[in-house]
């Protein structure tokens, strides 16, 4: 099997250090937050930001203090920023980190309820966005929160608007969009084009169960405070390198190699190297 991918998504936009007080939200804490995570086996890291007051922004100025606090502690893992933000950010907010021109950024693959929110990815948007990254050589993760997803991302890829290499992120457990569960992992994988590469991420406690049948499945793994911010039933996690080292441990139990910043790179055929 291909050597594991594991994206640590260190913040996200939907909780905060009340839910859990070790969230990183400054860009010294994200920083912090992503070496700690690379060291523990993570290959790249999903970034949302945040600002003083730690609300969630797409604010271009946050991100770019971000991406240069994680370089210059050394973090080598490919930093892949959020063009999701939060539900109800106008595209106009959204799209800023792009303009950094990152070697990845997502790409959100339909409209889906979000808990009591809408999050809106009509087609006109995800054209928008997929045509931005494509002139600017940026991969897309394409972020899938429902079946349907797939098929507008197999839409954009008929169109020409995506890269070669198609690389998706299935997310199973957002309510209102699809459950999590090992079925529907299986159905939506079986809707990928055969060459693609995937992600999956569970959210809560479906992070784990998600993370081990992807494992053994031959995908690769999304964990982090984004999508759950507890270690086990009642106990929240300390850092994100405590569930990048857990799916690690796993992954090498069963015999799965983790790769490297530069080994993801090359699986996912990235052209430019944002390493240093
Ligand atoms: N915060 C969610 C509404 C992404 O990063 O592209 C969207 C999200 C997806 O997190
Ligand atoms: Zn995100």
């Given at each position: 099997m291909e050597k594991l991918i594991i994206t640590a998504a260190?913040?996200?936009?939907?909780?905060s250090k009340e839910d859990n007080p070790n969230l990183p939200v400054s860009a010294l804490e994200l920083a912090e937050a992503a070496l700690e995570a690379e060291k523990a086996g993570a290959s790249i890291i999903h970034l949302h930001v945040r600002d003083e007051e730690g609300k969630p922004t797409q604010n271009f100025n946050y991100f770019e203090k971000a991406f240069a606090a994680m370089k210059d502690i050394g973090v080598t893992a490919i930093i892949q920023p959020s063009t999701?933000?939060?539900?109800?950010?106008t595209w106009e907010e959204r799209i800023q980190p792009v303009s950094l021109n990152p070697e990845m950024a997502t790409l959100d693959c339909g409209t889906v309820n979000f808990g009591d929110e809408i999050f809106v990815n009509d087609l006109p948007l995800m054209r928008r966005f997929a045509e931005e990254m494509k002139e600017r050589n940026i991969l897309p993760e394409?972020?899938?929160?429902?079946?349907g997803n797939i098929y507008n991302a197999l839409l954009l890829n008929k169109e020409r608007l995506l890269s070669e290499h198609l690389h998706f992120d299935l997310v199973l457990g957002v309510p209102g969009a699809l459950a999590a569960s090992i079925k529907n992992l299986l159905f939506m994988v079986e809707l990928?084009?055969?060459d693609a590469t995937w992600t999956a991420a569970g959210i809560g406690r479906w992070q784990l169960p998600i993370a081990i049948h992807t494992i053994l499945m031959g995908g690769h793994v999304r964990v982090g405070f984004?999508?759950?911010?507890?270690?086990?039933?009642?106990v929240l996690a300390g850092s994100n390198a405590q569930l990048v080292s857990r799916v690690v441990r796993i992954a090498n139990e069963v015999g799965r190699e983790i790769a490297s910043p530069s080994e993801t790179r090359k699986i996912l055929e990235l052209t430019k190297d944002g390493s240093k």
């Open positions: 260190i913040c996200g936009a939907e909780v999701g933000g939060a539900a109800g950010m394409l972020e899938c929160f429902d079946a990928l084009p055969p984004e999508d759950n911010i507890y270690y086990s039933k009642g």
